[in-house]
Nanobody, 126 residues
Framework: QVQLVESGGGLVQAGGSLRLSCAVS????????MGWFRQAPGKEREFVAA????????YYAGPVKGRFTISRDNAKNTVYLQMNSLQPEDTAHYYC???????????????????WGQGTQVTVSS
C-alpha cells in the first residue's frame, strides 16, 4: 500500500511563496512518476505539474509555468512543489499523486495516477 502525505500549505499574501512537500511511503519510490493537482471550491480538479521517475522530465500547466517548480528527492521519497509569485487564483486544495510507470514520462491526466494524498490547503489573499 502506497501512502502519500502532503504538507506545507497555508495562508500567504499575493506575490508570496510556499513550498509543498509530499512524503511517499513506497519501497520503490523511484519507479513512480509524481504529480500535483489542485481543486478550488466549485471547480474540477486540475493538473498543476508532473515529474518523471528520474526527475529528468517535468511538465507544467500553463497558468503555473514559470512560477511553480516541481522536484523530487528519490533518496528521501519526497516530491516538492515550489510555488512563487502566488496569486489569489492559485487558492485551492493541492493534491499529490503517484503513478507506477515503466517509462520515464510525466503523466498529466488524473486518471493516470494510482495513488493520492489527502491534500493540503493553499490560500492566497489579495
Amino acid at each position: 500500500q502506497v501512502q502519500l502525505v502532503e504538507s506545507g500549505g497555508g495562508l500567504v499574501q499575493a506575490g508570496g511563496s510556499l513550498r509543498l512537500s509530499c512524503a511517499v511511503s513506497a519501497r520503490t519510490f523511484s519507479r513512480y512518476a509524481m504529480g500535483w493537482f489542485r481543486q478550488a471550491p466549485g471547480k474540477e480538479r486540475e493538473f498543476v505539474a508532473a515529474i518523471s521517475r528520474s526527475g529528468g522530465g517535468t511538465y507544467y500547466a500553463g497558468p503555473v509555468k514559470g512560477r511553480f517548480t516541481i522536484s523530487r528527492d528519490n533518496a528521501k521519497n519526497t516530491v516538492y512543489l515550489q510555488m512563487n509569485s502566488l496569486q489569489p487564483e492559485d487558492t485551492a486544495h493541492y493534491y499529490c499523486a503517484a503513478d507506477l510507470r515503466l517509462t520515464d514520462t510525466s503523466p498529466t491526466t488524473s486518471s493516470d495516477y494510482d495513488y493520492w494524498g489527502q491534500g493540503t490547503q493553499v490560500t492566497v489573499s489579495s
